[in-house]
């Protein structure tokens, strides 16, 4: 289990009481379909993912970059308790979705770099060390019921 | 040339140009990826333990400035990677020896200060394509370790 500083757990929290959901959500998916577009292959009910415009504008990518925020804001919530508030996910992912769990840690780096045009300079160094800490155990509960 | 085969022709006008404008701050955007390498990635450190690598410091100036001017270089002309970076290559094969994976975590690193200093501008198409440009400047660099 991942421990945190109290300094750690302000510092994420004031990383993601700036993250705008209905704003962000819809960025995440995108970059990371167009920065790593095998991931394409985990997308194939949502029609057109096939070129950046049809990607920037498909409804469903958008709402599917809420889901995961709003699963994020869950860990957020839960910082002594990821493994078990992922639990279900990971098995999800594992068994219905069979997504290879190296998207997750591709999903991350989106992830941060999205936060990271938005926040700018306030996502200074150790800000973004400790924000990556909190996205590594997230991803290793992502990992988890892979078996 | 396996590095430019992936990147169009707007992909590579794209990098050049960022390349470009970032080539007069060279120092804060150089300095400001190893401070985040350091930071997330400690054991990066050992690589320095013969400079100051103190926010600020001299030393980390004008590595950082060294290592963006680098980069502004190749992106002057991708298809020329490998005879740009000749020399560097044979730098960090015989006398440095990093082990690659750390490039990885700089190229990381300087996309995360590309984005918080373009901001908006740093759209995914710009993501992108800078992760190629530096994945495949990682590759050529390390071409001549074995």
Known sequence: MVKWTEEERQTIRSVWEKVDIDETGPQLIARALIVYPWTERYFGTFGDIFTTSAILTNAKVATHGKVVLRALDRAVKNLDNITETYAALSRLHYEKLKVDPDNFRLLADCITITIACKLKAALNPQVQATWQKFLSAVVEAMNNQYK | ?146
Not at chain 2, 14 to 22: A, F, G
Not at chain 2, 27 to 37: K, N, Q, W, Y
Not at chain 2, 43 to 52: I, P, Q
Request: some cysteine.
């Open chain 2, 1 to 146: 040339m396996q590095s430019a085969i992936m990147l169009s022709k707007k992909e590579k006008k794209l990098i050049k140009d960022i390349w470009e404008r970032l080539t007069p701050v060279a120092e804060d955007i150089g300095s400001d990826a190893l401070l985040r390498m350091f930071a997330s990635y400690p054991g990066t450190k050992t690589y320095f333990s013969h400079l100051d690598i103190s926010p600020g410091s001299s030393h980390l100036q004008s590595h950082g400035k060294k290592i963006v001017l680098a980069i502004a270089e190749g992106a002057k002309d991708i298809s020329q990677l490998t005879v740009t970076l000749a020399p560097l290559q044979t730098l960090h094969a015989y006398q440095l020896r990093i082990d690659p994976t750390n490039f990885k975590l700089l190229s990381h690193c300087m996309l995360v200060t590309l984005a918080c200093y373009l901001g908006e501008e740093f759209t995914p198409v710009a993501h992108a394509a800078m992760d190629k440009f530096l994945s495949a400047f990682a590759a050529v660099l390390a071409e001549k370790y074995r």
